[in-house]
């Protein structure tokens, strides 16, 4: 369309202007309704209609040029595919005879195709059949292999087996029948594996209870072997110690090679428990086998702790305390080495229960026990015990307190014991001196007990100078301090010397001592017997350093510590009083003994006619008895003792003399009497002036010698025998001749005295002249101590 046919439309309209902006809208895709509006409301709506048409009419008039334009465009393209066409005949004849001659080629083709197509077929199943053959095969080995293994008994490789049919063949077994059989035997053969290491276990379960006992007290022994060893090492370094304060000795400080080597293994059988546990997980029945590991053993251990009816405690508590060691000894290796299949927490459990079983049945057993070796051979196993257990990390505090609560009985019992020992060894000695024949009673009875300075052995047969009590008594006390000193080391590791040193102290003061004591006071002895007992109690006495020494080394004091002052025994000071009450025994027993002689006095004729010319016959055994004093004490008795006892009796023997002169029983005596005293009295000075120089007593240099123990009976009889008997009252002459006489005594002495024998002829004898001045001059002194009275 041409802009003139436009123009000339829009003036044909007659209303160019809303054509216009309504083309625009419409040009523009804009809303028409405002223009719609705005015609209704000019009331001018033919108008737009109008508008409308011509506008309809100019969009057919474009439309016709388009579609002109494009159909001359379409008929171009017709042209085009008609020439398309007649081509597109000509290849689809060329291909139609290409198909032909291809069908005739490919038909001898595709007869190989079917072929190959069914070889790959049959390729495929083969392939499928041998991997299913090949897990079978497999499978069925691996079955093989497992019921080979539990002939073998080798049940942990064959539950492997199972594991791994289980986990990586079950699924893929192709066979439905092979599969549903192996499922089957596979709980079979599962629970068999269980019982088999169930039994096995419960043999091991009968085994280890039988071996626990032998484990125990090997144990047991190897704790004992190494308390020795540290006491011989103890020793030696003590005796190192001595040694350094005097010289050093090459040989002192030497390596000891002996028993380097490590402690041997306990050995014993643990591998059933081991392979019965890891079965038992891999059954994924591990908690089931650690409850019943559990049980048994607890039960087994309730058994191990009930004593036997069958012994007496004392015989059956090694093989009880053994069983029980070996007991937690092996629980103790099953804790460390069996892989979680006891807790800590249940040996712990079955330690307290043991403990309090324990504790109960020795509380009862020491409660019963009568005799103090039975409990220092309990304590000792018991404390070995405690040692044991110790070094496997047990605690045995509950062990030590029930030893620490038995300490004041066994005191008790040990000195119980002890004490029934000394009075047997007292009582039944004879109290003479021990003779000696033969070096190894030599060696016995002195040499190891030290009751002789010297290390020599003597001349043989030697005498000792103590009887055979000493020796036994000696082996007492150095039992009774091993026997202490054991007890309080088991189970202790303090410093006990000081209680030993107590103890030793009040044994020697309450038991040896007091069984000497009533041996001088309570039984009837000779002399002999009374000067032994004295020197027994002399060695006895010095011995006591040797009991101390032995005390303090049995408890690793050094011998040095107890030089120090006030160190030593009390008991010793005791002793050496008890021998003093010994020796004032050997004055009461000899005086006694003199007592029975002097009775002799009152049957002496005291108004015999003529003065005799021998001693009398009392005097005569006071002498010979004296001579086995004095011969049987210097060998024993110190000299201060002998000196004593002899002087005793001699001034017993002048006390007795008086005593008959004083008593009623003499009413009268004459000289001759007194002459006869007289004899009497030169032959026991005689024998008192002899004694006092053989015997060394001289050397003592005491203020008074044996004559001086007779002086008053000596001056009695020279102022019965002078011519001038009243010179007594002489103040001088008293003082010189007669001090040691008593007015008193004198006075009634001579009052009996008669100067002249009752006789017939007597004043025609020839002494009558003197008879008669010396009678004078005694009645003059007893007028004068009348007077003086």
């Avoid at 044909?12 to 216009?20: A, H, K, M, V, Y």
């Avoid at 405690?313 to 804790?335: C, K, T």
Wanted: charged content about 25%.
């Amino acid at each position: 369309m041409t802009a003139q046919t436009k123009k000339r439309g829009a003036v044909e309209n007659g209303d160019g202007g809303i054509g216009l902006g309504l083309a625009a809208f419409i040009a523009n895709n804009e809303d028409l309704g405002p223009i719609v509006r705005h015609a209704f409301e000019s009331g001018k709506p033919e108008a737009l209609l109008h508008s409308l048409r011509n506008i309809v009419k100019m969009k057919e008039v474009e439309i016709e040029e388009i579609c002109r334009l494009h159909y001359e465009e379409f008929i171009l393209a017709v042209d085009e595919l008609r020439s398309v066409l007649v081509d597109a005949d000509d290849l689809k004849g060329t291909l139609s005879d290409e198909n032909l001659r291809l069908q005739e080629v490919a038909s001898a083709l595709l007869l190989k195709l079917d072929e190959l197509l069914e070889l790959y077929s049959v390729n495929r199943n083969v392939g499928e059949a041998l991997a299913t053959l090949k897990i079978c095969l497999q499978v069925t080995s691996l079955c093989k292999i497992c019921n080979r293994d539990i002939a073998q008994a080798k049940l942990h490789s064959a539950l492997k087996t199972l594991e791994l049919i289980e986990k990586d063949y079950m699924q893929n077994i192709p066979l439905k029948l092979l599969k549903k059989v192996v499922q089957k035997q596979i709980p079979i053969i599962k629970l068999y594996i269980e019982k088999k290491v169930c039994g096995e276990f419960n043999e091991w379960l009968v085994y280890i209870r039988r071996i626990g006992k032998e484990i125990g007290r090997a144990a047991i022994s190897q704790a004992s072997l190494a308390r020795q060893k540290d006491e011989r090492m103890c020793a030696q370094q003590r005796e190192a110690e001595e040694c350094s304060h005097v010289g050093f000795d090459e040989h002192t400080y030497a390596l000891d090679v002996e028993n380097m080597d490590e402690e041997a293994m306990l050995e014993f059988d643990l591998a059933p428990v081991y392979r019965a546990h890891h079965i038992h997980i891999g059954l994924g029945l591990g908690e089931k086998f650690r409850d019943y590991y559990f049980n048994n053993r607890l039960m087994q251990l309730n058994l191990d702790l009930q004593i036997s009816t069958l012994q007496p405690f004392v015989e059956s508590h090694q093989p009880f305390l053994a069983q029980i060691a070996g007991f937690f000894i092996i629980e103790d290796r099953v804790l460390r080495t069996a892989d979680g299949l006891l807790s800590e927490s249940q040996v712990e459990t079955m330690w307290e229960t043991a403990i309090s079983k324990v504790t109960s049945i020795l509380e009862q057993q020491f409660s019963l026990m009568d005799t103090a070796s039975h409990h220092l051979n309990v304590k000792g196993c018991i404390s070995l015990l405690g040692v044991t257990m110790k070094k496997y990390g047990y605690q045995a505090s509950s062990l030590v307190e029930i030893l620490e609560k038995t300490t004041d009985k066994y005191l008790a019992l040990l000195i119980s014991d002890c004490r029934k020992r000394i009075k047997d060894v007292l009582s039944k000695d004879s109290y003479e001196r021990m003779v000696i024949k033969k070096e190894n009673e030599y060696d016995t009875n002195v040499a190891a007990l030290q009751l002789e300075p010297i290390d020599v052995v003597p001349d043989l047969p030697y005498v000792a100078p103590f009887s055979a009590s000493v020796p036994s008594a000696c082996r007492v006390v150095r039992s009774f301090i091993e026997d202490l000193v054991r007890y309080l080391t088991y189970g202790s590791s303090m410093n006990f010397y000081d209680v030993v040193k107590s103890y030793l102290d009040n044994f020697l003061i309450e038991i040896l001592n007091d069984g000497f004591l009533n041996l001088i006071h309570g039984r009837s002895l000779e002399f002999q017997q009374m000067v032994q007992i004295a020197g027994n109690i002399g060695v006895l006495e010095r011995s006591c350093d040797m009991f101390l020494c032995h005390a303090a080394q049995l408890c690793g004091v050094p011998r040095r510590l107890l030089e120090k002052p006030h160190s030593g025994l009390t008991a010793k000071a005791v002793l050496k009083a008890s021998q003093n009450a010994a020796y004032n025994g050997l004055i009461t027993l000899v005086n006694s003994k003199v007592n029975e002689f002097m009775l002799q006095l009152t049957s002496i004729n005291w108004t015999v006619e003529e003065a005799p010319e021998h001693a009398n016959d009392y005097m005569n055994e006071v002498i010979i008895y004296l001579h086995e004093v004095v011969s049987s004490g210097k060998q024993i008795v110190p000299r201060d003792a002998l000196y004593k006892v002899v002087s005793s009796a001699l001034s017993h023997i002048a006390d007795s003399i008086i005593t008959v002169l004083l008593s009623d029983r003499v009413k009268r005596f004459n000289a001759n009497a007194v002459a006869g005293i007289d004899i009497d009295l030169k032959m026991l000075e005689g024998f008192a002036d002899d004694t006092y120089h053989s015997t060394g007593l001289s050397d003592l240099r005491k203020e008074t010698n044996f004559k001086d123990c007779l002086v008053e009976i000596r001056q009695l009889i020279n102022l019965l025998l002078s011519n001038q008997p009243e010179s007594f009252m002489n103040r001088v002459t008293r003082e010189k001749n007669y001090g040691s006489l008593d007015h008193k005594k004198v006075a009634i002495i001579c009052d009996k005295f008669k100067d002249a024998p009752d006789s017939l002829f007597g004043s025609l004898s020839s002494r009558a002249t003197v008879q008669s001045a010396r009678k004078k001059s005694l009645d003059v002194l007893k007028r004068r101590l009348k007077d003086f009275s």
